[in-house]
């Protein structure tokens, strides 16, 4: 299922609508935000959706800051599941490939380790330790819970075996995951709310990283498993800063290779100091870039990322100096009146409104 020309209104630059396609026309279906606090990249975030539903895509967005109360405009089309409560959605769970082929004992308990240790920061004795528990308790059965991790766990009595404890004894009392429903995801998909919101409130900063690093990682697994063409979808990742982009990590299979299985991301982020060397490449992988008000500090490596030539570097750097509340400047492809794309170019889009 794709869906062919979905184009959105971006704004006004020189009097002129301007338009971007989120369709096989475009390289991909990424978009990046960047701009400081109270710049405007949430507001335009829910602009776009709500441009985007009308062409029939599916939104599946990540709420990292409790903010989607406030998306009023859009509440007749969004749906929130409260992770913490809902377990329609359980990462835990061993997967099949393509083929059908059930994940085996060490993968899983590898997939898992890798995930929990990334977002957790654990050092090599604990991803040891914890791939050894989470192996045992996942040998001859398809899912686990935190509480058979903490199980198996308890058997040492290692400071870093405590340490692991401490951190996951919360996510075994709540009893997250646990009472999974068959086809969550596909569930999700077929809901007749285009937007679904998958809140991760109540939960610490770090477990929301934890959370949403397993739910995106069984979102890729369902993706694979069930193959390309079935979905036409926008991943909304609205302060991205919470996850990691390194490869191997699931929001860099979806920048990679989310065109496969129709998945665009939306990434909003205040700052790109927010992630390592590695990661950045990952975080400019999007074929439209929007910068809002970038931090003085920053502009400047900014353009450098995003400019071929010192001469268009320095074009750019003067439209960020001009920016205020609701502009931005767009880097990427527009539609021409024509229908056909432009090419590669740098516009200052104007999209103040009353909300
Ligand atoms: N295009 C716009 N037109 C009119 N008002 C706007 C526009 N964009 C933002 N605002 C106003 O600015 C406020 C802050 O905007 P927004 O929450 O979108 O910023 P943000 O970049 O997402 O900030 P943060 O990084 O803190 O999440 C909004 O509540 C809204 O009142
Ligand atoms: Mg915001």
Known sequence: MVVKNCKVSLGMSANTEIRYAFDSRSENNHM???GISGSGKSTQLECMESDVINFGKKIIEFDFSDSSFAKASLAKQSRTINIRNDSSISPLIKRCNVYGQLEDTVDFSKRITDLLSGALRFK???????YDAIKQASTGCNQITFSDILDWLSLSD??????IRMKLQYFADIKIFEGREANGWQKLFQHPKPIQILSLSGFRSDE?????????DDLRSYLVEYGPGQNDFILVLDECQNLRLTSGMPTSFFLSQGRKYGCGVWLATQSPQYFKRDELAQLYQPALILNFQPNAEERSKICRKLAKDEKERKRLLEMFEQLGRGQFVASGRFLKKSGILSNRTHLLIDNLHTL
């Open 158 to 163: 290692s400071t870093s075996a405590i340490s």
């Open 208 to 216: 929301r990283k934890v959370i949403a690093e397993l739910l995106l």
């Open 124 to 130: 090599a004795l604990q991803q040891s330790l914890l």
């Open 32 to 34: 990046l935000l960047l």
